[in-house]
């Protein structure tokens, strides 16, 4: 499915025709409290008269005031929520020019009608709320993260790292984390799929730390869903990006967002492109044997063309139909140049790849809605797959001199239907049920001219692997209110079948099956203690099944000194996860702290031994071991210090327990413990200079952190963003400068498989210049309050 120049002209020119056929006026007015104090950052949610449907939803600025553009002539109810406060509905008559509503004042909440969910936290960039079992953060016009990709902006989110060099994506500490797109699974790799999402693609994060048994059960420390940007607007939005970043090579961003919005059929989409080249440079000291390795990589070419395209279909008041497809392409050129010193000898090892890739997702959502408020069932089908070529030059001079080519070929496919039913019981709680099929499959190939000589054998060291898992899955929740308590509990049923084939040349081969039942338990509390102070508790069970390429015998990759192969008896490890919230609200902001503890079981490790064929070089495997705990604590701050200025203070401190199995002297195993202490800091000041100039401050600092090789040292950075809107906001300049002082780089010291040193670089001082242009009414119709519910309910993460 393509979009050509054609599709898109006519898409544009429908949208003009339909934009400018509707008076608009504008809705004013001030929240207060009895003592006539300004009750910031409230919810206003708007709903035509006749209708329980939400219209839309705005947020009340930190001085209490609110604006609700471009309404209709009509009546409408104003829904008023904040944390604290009695829930406020005032009616407001529109009949053409501006309609100022003077002063609303909210009402001390009693504490038996405290709703159950989570009160909301934001930032006049990013929006911060907390929800019974996720962190959301609606993604804002974050300066320091303009004309980036879905990595950059992962990294200024707390308790989130993404590792500069090899993409790997980490939450509090652990890489165990599942990554999905508009709440569902891509073909595509976590680190390979962060670089292809353009940030300004992205509407919002949900960080589930502790998901409930309605969510898939993988992942020991989380869930990381990044929700695109979908058009939601009457009549026709055009948004146009356009953006150059200099570092040490040139780069350069641009996207298109369009909507169509007509009666009941809402038509959107959106093309990006990318062309990001970059370079980086390293070095690796091998203290034991006196062996040096300089690495010099240049990724001369990097270019990701995307789009998304769909439609939503509001049939009638009860049933709504959306279906959508993205589409990622990539061209990628990359060289890498190893040096190898060794006393006076000097080896210079060179690899050449050239790689295509595209993958494509397909989803398809059914919503049903009873009668009955909150009662619905809904259908959701997702397909997505992914290719890769990759071709690779091997020109070597260390351990000897040989040149060899090599030719890879990855398929994935994820398959996914879900059916899940929501119903809200009578003068009771809430009840959610659904069941769901996966299917999971890769075939991967290797064809490579390297000659290897085993048993006096010549061959070359092909592989072909092919793997399949099928997942059969229900749940069930419950949750409810009694008076200041909160509760919801919940279990979920995994059935998994395992089936997979490899061989690898001349003549080894061998096939994997496995299949296996668990149950996942989850349970969540809390308790309002004031007001404005909540506490929260919950447990779940969660599991980390190994992928295909932990569990492949055959070699994935290879350098000059380190080669790594999987391990077909790996087993799954399974985690016991407790965590304990505190969020109290304050008058300009608010403060969060969690403490969370995880225990595993079946402890899958990552170890090395040493290559039996090339000297001073080791292998890399995985193997199940024992058990580990980890515990750690995050703390945030969120504050309107003046009129000015806001700030958002955030830190988080992981302690993880992490054990390994290396060979000795005399090549005899010996068991390595060790405990790895994180402390990350993050610091967002924004500052309103005038109303259309602003600026932001972005500060980071992660501290040493041990790992089973090593100690990686602290790294620091601080990042420069400025803003300016004309045209009554519609177009926006923006510049920002990234690590100004340069003093972004890993250093490691190394203790195993050998002692040493290493130290990576790569382009994190880099200068942007972008702009932003936005055209298009702004009026929401009936038909987009379905699709809103059909988004919150159903068209994404929590359709499991």
């Known amino acids: 499915m393509r979009l050509n120049k054609f599709t898109l002209a006519i898409l544009f020119s429908v949208c003009s025709i339909y934009g400018f056929s509707q008076e608009q006026h504008p809705v004013k007015g001030k929240i207060e409290n009895v003592k006539n104090e300004a009750v910031g950052m409230a919810a206003i949610q708007i709903y035509k008269a006749d209708s ?14 609110f604006e609700i553009p471009d309404l209709e002539d009509g009546s409408y109810r104003l829904v008023i929520t904040e944390f604290g406060y009695q829930q406020s509905v005032t009616t407001a008559e529109v009949k053409g020019g501006e309609l100022n509503l003077g002063n609303i004042i909210l009402q001390a909440e009693k504490a038996e009608t405290v709703e159950l969910k989570g009160a909301f936290v934001r930032a006049q960039t990013s929006q911060y709320r907390n929800e019974i079992d996720k962190r959301v953060v609606e993604v804002g016009n974050d300066l320091v993260s303009s004309g980036t990709d879905a990595a950059s902006v992962l990294n200024n989110i707390p308790s989130v790292n993404v590792d500069q060099q090899s993409g790997a994506l980490s939450l509090r500490g652990n890489e165990n984390v599942k990554v999905y797109v508009d709440g569902k699974p ?119 063309l995307s789009y998304k395209a769909g ?6 008041d009860q049933n709504a139909l959306t279906v959508y497809t993205n589409q990622w392409n990539g061209d990628h050129n990359a060289l890498i140049n190893t040096n190898i010193l060794q006393g006076v000898k000097n080896d210079l090892n060179r690899n050449d790849i050239w790689s295509d890739s595209k993958s494509s997702d397909y989803s398809l959502n059914f919503k049903h809605d009873f009668k009955k408020e909150d009662h619905n069932i809904i259908l959701d089908a997702f397909y997505s797959t992914s290719k890769e070529d990759d071709d690779r030059d091997y020109t070597n001079t260390y351990p000897k001199s ?6 890879r070929n990855d398929k994935t496919t994820n398959t996914r239907i879900n059916l899940d039913y929501t119903n809200q019981i009578k003068d009771a ?67 998994v079948e395992d089936d997979g084939n490899w061989l690898f040349a001349p003549n080894n081969s061998g096939t994997l099956k496995k299949d296996y039942t668990d149950l996942f338990p989850s349970a969540f509390l809390t308790y309002d203690l004031t007001e404005k102070d909540q506490l929260s508790f919950n447990y779940s069970r969660r599991i980390d099944r190994p992928g295909m390429y932990q569990l492949t015998p055959v070699p994935q990759f290879t350098t000059a000194l380190m080669s790594s192969k999987g391990n077909p008896e790996l087993n799954p490890e399974y985690t016991n996860s407790i965590e304990l919230g505190y969020l109290k609200q304050l008058k300009k902001g608010s403060i969060s702290g969690n403490l969370f503890y995880r225990h595993v079981t079946d402890n899958i490790i990552q170890t090395f031994k040493k290559d039996p064929e090339v000297e001073s070089a080791f292998i890399q495997y995985n193997m ?13 701050w969120n504050y309107k210090l003046t009129k000015w200025m806001s700030t958002y203070l955030a830190g988080d401190f992981t302690s993880s327990e992490m054990q390994s199995v290396i060979e000795d002297e005399n090549n005899n195993p010996v068991v390595k413990k060790i405990t790895a202490n994180t402390l990350s800091l993050r610091m967002n000041n924004t500052y309103t200079l005038t109303k259309q100039l602003s600026l932001q401050q972005f500060g980071f600092f992660r501290g040493k952190n041990k790992f089973l090789q ?11 963003g400025i803003k300016y809107s004309f045209m009554q906001g519609k177009a926006s300049f923006s510049a920002r400068v990234n690590d100004i002082f340069n003093t972004m780089k890993a250093r490691v010291n190394m203790d195993n498989p050998y002692e040493g040193f290493a130290k990576f670089k790569w382009e994190s001082r880099t200068f942007y210049l972008g702009f932003n242009y936005n055209f298009g009414g702004k009026v929401k119709s009936r038909a987009e309050a379905q699709q809103n519910k059909t988004e919150q309910n159903g068209g994404g993460i929590g359709l499991q």
């Open 52 to 65: 329980k449907e939400l219209f839309d939803e705005v947020y009340a600025n930190a001085d209490g005031t």
């Open 186 to 304: 891509s073909s595509q790799s976590a680190a390979q799929l962060l670089k292809q999402i353009p940030s300004n693609q992205i509407q919002r994060i949900e960080i589930i730390t502790n998901p409930s048994a309605k969510y898939e059960a993988d992942g020991k420390s989380g869930i990381i869903n990044i929700v695109l940007v979908k058009g939601q607007k009457k009549g026709y939005n055009v948004g146009l990006i356009a953006g150059y970043e200099q570092g040490k090579k040139s780069r350069f961003n641009s996207s298109v967002n369009a909507n169509v919005n007509v009666g009941k059929f809402n038509l959107f989409g959106n093309v990006n492109y990318a062309d990001r080249p970059s370079k980086q440079n390293g070095i690796g000291q091998n203290y034991s044997d006196n062996i040096d390795q300089l690495f010099d990589i240049q990724n001369n070419k990097n270019r990701n």
């Open 311 to 316: 439609f939503d279909w509001f049939i009638n």
């Open 402 to 407: 040989k040149f060899y080519q090599e030719y």
């Open 429 to 495: 709680g809430k009840l959610e049920a659904g069941l769901q099929f996966r299917r999971e499959t890769n075939d991967n190939i290797l064809r490579s001219t390297d000659v290897i000589t085993e048993n006096a054998v010549n061959f070359n060291p092909n592989v072909d692997f092919e793997f399949e898992r099928k997942f059969f899955s229900g749940y069930a929740n419950y949750k409810q209110k009694f008076n200041k308590f909160g509760a919801q509990i919940g279990l979920r049923l995994e059935r």
């Open 624 to 636: 199940n071991y024992d058990k580990v705990n980890s515990y750690g604590v995050e703390a945030s």
């Open 710 to 720: 090593g100690e990686m040292l602290d790294m620091w950075r601080m990042d420069l």
